[in-house]
């Protein structure tokens, strides 16, 4: 069975950091694109960051919206995709949900296009 896990989510305040990981199980996630996505309550889901299967190149994409505030990164040895987010901001507050898809040399900002999700992690930034 195929599974994404996300973990980390949690209240944080503004101005601040948390990192939230999104562990895969039943796969390896270096053979995978893949990307954080975000819903707060009425919108949509959009794109944050995405990274392209491993052998592509490393190099990410993000929103403009968090451009310069978040990273993210694969940990291949715990096969594992973080997303670090600094100066967080109230609008920042959403369920933050890891995907992949297994394809090579490109990432995509348009949840339709990837084929495993997990639960989601909810990241609230409140003072």
């Known amino acids: 069975q195929m599974l994404l896990v996300e973990t980390g989510g949690g209240v944080v305040q503004p101005g601040g950091s948390l990192r939230i990981s999104c562990a895969a199980a039943?796969?390896?996630?270096?053979?995978?694109?893949v990307a954080w996505f975000r819903q707060a309550p009425g919108n949509g889901r959009e794109g944050v960051a995405c990274?392209?299967?491993?052998?592509?190149?490393?190099?990410?994409k993000y929103a403009d919206y968090v451009k310069g505030r978040f990273t993210i990164s694969r940990d291949s040895a715990n096969n594992t995709v973080y997303l670090q987010m600094n100066d967080l901001k109230p609008e920042d507050t959403a369920v933050y949900y890891c995907a992949a898809r297994h394809i090579s040399g490109q990432c995509r900002d348009d949840s339709t296009w990837y084929d495993h999700w997990g639960q989601g992690t909810q990241v609230t930034v409140s003072s």
């Open positions: 039943g796969f390896t996630l270096d053979s995978y694109a």
């Open positions: 990274l392209r299967y491993r052998s592509s190149g490393s190099s990410p």
